[in-house]
């Protein structure tokens, strides 16, 4: 499943305030994770962009094998 541009945007705000809320952090709706400045909230937006890569990795490892 290849995501498109706005659904990639998406999970990555998704993620990165699941990752920062895990952390005891929470942000207003409206703040955008991807355009944070603060180390931790950078952080997060790093691990939820490696999330995602690993899982498109994972994707067309298992989509090779069945060729």
Do not use: W
């Amino acid at each position: 499943m290849q995501l498109g541009y706005f659904q990639k945007d998406t999970l990555i705000e998704k993620l990165a305030r699941k990752f920062y809320a895990i952390q005891g952090y929470v942000v207003p709706e409206s703040y955008r994770m991807q355009s944070a400045t603060h180390p931790a909230e950078r952080a997060c937006v790093a691990m939820a962009l490696f999330a995602i890569q690993e899982f498109e990795s994972i994707e067309n490892e298992c989509s090779d094998e069945e060729d």
